[in-house]
């Protein structure tokens, strides 16, 4: 067999072998438009600086970033204001809660939300991009995105609707985070761009682009153009590893060892850089991108970690 039909195999078996976990999960209900996805769906892409590229299962399903989201406004935030100017705004510690939780809110100085992967670090992370207008600013995400997967990304405005007049607890996050003072612009603007954010549509390959280019610290190998700084790359995948699995970070930084983050809609990127890849069929580096919609009651999808667990095991991948 060919080494890349070898590979092919792999993938393909591990989405055979970890489809049935779907049935421990359910789709994201809260959301309501999430709720009608096909939970058996499971997908992946495992992308190379070369561009070789494995992918197996559903992968044309086009599906909701959500929480994956939340990575890159970090990202450009920190390129349009710079770290600093972020880092005052919004901590980089774990918190051991849920992904939208409010508790802490008030004991942290203040208002200044955990981290930049939890609801309240997301909303107060995009109030801070540039733009006069949420259309604005969503441009500019979505520029930033064609520039790393090569294509125009839309929002799914039905998803953006559905959430929108559904989000109580986001908007509480949010207006206590406007009167705490952490928010750049005005609160229904803040929301708006968090929660089209989260709507934008991508599919498997797209997300494993975007982690190919965080394992290559911002530069990216198809383009050969570096798109955002090391310093920021490095931040974003000690965000990743440390609170990208909402509350499941730490067993997942144990059991599986690589910079990712989760979003309700069943979507997973991880960065894998070329010193946690010697041993793989990507020894320097590579991104992957699953979709597995049936999530665990904190919000991760149950097929896609078991699958993505299988391959960072059968390739000895693992930043430790
Ligand atoms: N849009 C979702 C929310 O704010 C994203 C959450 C997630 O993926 N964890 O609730």
Known sequence: MEKKDMQEQVVINGVEQFRGFAKEGRC???IPMLAERNPDHLAVSVIGPDGYEVRAGDSEELFTLQSVSKVLTFILACMDKGLPYVLERVDVEPTGDTFNSIIRLESHQPGKPFNPMINAGAITVSSMLTGHSPSEKLTKLLHFLQQITGRALTINEAVFQSEWQTANRNRALAYYLMD??????????????????????????????IGLVIAHDGYHPLLKTQLFSKEVAKMAKALMVTCGMYNASGKFAAFIGLPAKSGVSGAILAAVPSHASLHSPFPTGCGIGIYGPAIDEIGNSVA?????????????????
């Open 304 to 320: 896609g970690v078991q699958l993505l667990k299988y391959l960072a095991t059968k390739w000895q991948m693992t930043i430790f």
């Open 180 to 209: 705490s003072g952490f928010l750049d612009c005005p609160v229904e603007e803040a929301l708006e761009v968090y929660l089209k954010q989260c709507a934008i549509e991508v599919t498997v390959t797209d997300l494993a682009k």
């Open 28 to 30: 994201a209900s809260y």
